[in-house]
């Protein structure tokens, strides 16, 4: 029997069918028919019924970025960033299905496993590594990770490639865009097409592992002495794999986001925020992955940073003076100094007529949280943003469609709405504020 005719018992074929393909459909359109469809079936309430098409559609998410992993399984693990931007009666559906994609995918044989440890390590490799779990610890896009120990006594966390990961990868991301129409139901408004380019444009990025190790030597050794922030040092690497000290954590951001207590989300919520802005500065590079899985709580209250497969050169060794400044106009409030700073960045073209207010109030997920001595983020504050600024009868909305990003903030800004939704996941308040101040080139004055 088929899961169709298993949910749907009772109905005539022809209905059943017609239940599991809306099911499959995008939400929007989906979501219109089985309101229709729940007033004619059994008596079945409307809202039952699309309840039941957001949690299909949720299954089918975790299922076809799950079996594609490479790219895809990257796209869901952006995307379960934003859920925090949905309403609540939808977000229950895909909450516990994207964050699954956080850290996990299915296993690599152990056989295989070290085949690539003796081709990128040597035929001796077992003599530096001279322990290693037969079971990962945990899988990601393009690899897993075994814990081990190094010759020295180290424990080690040694991340394999997944063989014919470029390829896979390469042809994941062409497959995307059957996901993205998916991606526009679970986040209505986001700008899918433009997230899919740049991901296409970065993600491969994550199968160089000796560049990955370079930026996290440079991580590692700028935050060596810090009391807050713990960044693990590289041990050894090859092609497709790469040996790191391991971290002995409690479970990653994904697990105070679920059951942290309102401190422990202040906490690391304001040692997130701290990381993401202070980095650029410190190590000329940006970690442009914020999903929840790489960040780790460690025993002694500080936060561990993992992965840095996507870790950004920025050309000006931090963030660019112009983005704090311009911060820093439209948190007093002048919507004409704005309009002209940004237009002089290149953020509004030539030629392009704006209403200055209309752009200040267009900036204010942005910007809001500067205004505070204390910010507290939230699911409700971001959804109330995302709809408004979406909203086509919101003055705002026209903005988005005028503005420019130019090429060199791209990955910034897709950092820092992921930012804004992890911290909007953890319900996080911290001193935002004083962050920019301190961090942010141009904030201060």
Do not use: C
């Amino acid at each position: 029997m088929s899961d169709a005719e298993g949910s749907s018992k009772g109905l005539p074929r022809r209905a059943a069918t017609r239940t599991a393909k809306l099911a499959a459909l995008p939400m929007g359109y989906a979501g219109r028919k089985a309101l229709g469809l729940g007033k004619r079936i059994g008596g079945k309430p409307a809202e039952a019924v699309l309840a039941d098409v957001h949690q299909r559609t949720a299954d089918q998410l975790f299922r076809t970025l799950g079996e594609l992993k490479g790219g895809a399984m990257k796209f869901g693990q952006m995307l379960s960033i934003m859920e925090a931007a949905l309403p609540e009666s939808q977000a229950a559906h895909y909450r516990a299905q994207l964050t699954r994609l956080q850290d996990s995918a299915p296993p690599m044989p152990t056989g295989i496993v070290r085949g690539l440890l003796a081709r990128d390590l040597g035929p001796e490799w077992s003599d530096q590594l001279v322990e290693l779990s037969e079971e990962p610890a945990a899988s990601a896009s393009i690899g897993q990770v075994h814990r081990g120990r190094w010759a020295d006594g180290r424990e080690v966390a040694v991340k394999v490639q997944y063989p014919g990961a470029d390829e896979a990868l390469r042809a994941d991301l062409r497959q995307i865009g059957r996901v993205a129409a998916i991606g526009n139901a679970v986040v209505p408004g986001m700008d899918i097409k433009a997230l899919v380019a740049e991901l296409q444009e970065r993600v491969v990025e994550e199968l160089d592992y000796p560049k990955e190790a370079e930026a996290q030597r440079v991580f590692a050794e700028a935050y060596a002495d810090h009391p807050l922030i713990h960044v693990p040092d590289v041990v050894a690497v090859g092609p497709s794999v790469l040996v790191t000290e391991w971290v002995e954590s409690e479970g990653s951001i994904a697990k105070i986001i679920a059951e942290g207590t309102p401190e422990e989300r202040d906490h690391y919520g304001e040692l997130l925020a701290r990381f993401w802005f202070s980095a650029p500065g410190m190590t000329g590079m940006l970690h442009a992955d914020p999903h929840p899985g790489n960040f780790r709580v460690l025993p002694d209250g500080r936060l561990a940073v993992l992965d840095f497969g996507l870790a950004a050169r920025l050309p000006d060794r931090g963030f660019p003076e112009a983005m704090g400044r311009l911060i820093r106009i439209a948190a007093t409030g002048d919507a004409d100094a704005l309009v002209a700073g940004l237009r002089h960045e290149g953020f509004i073209r030539e030629g392009i007529k704006v209403e200055p207010q209309h752009v200040l109030d267009y900036l204010a997920p942005f910007v809001t949280p500067a205004l505070e001595e204390r910010f507290r983020f939230t699911r409700q504050w971001m959804r109330e943003e995302f709809k408004r600024i979406n909203d086509p009868k919101d003055p705002a909305y026209t903005v988005g469609l005028k503005l420019n990003l130019p090429p060199s903030y791209l990955l910034i800004h897709r950092v820092w709405l992921g930012g804004l939704g992890v911290l909007a996941q953890l319900n996080a308040e911290a001193p935002f504020r004083e962050i920019l101040e301190e961090y942010l080139p141009g904030f201060a004055g």
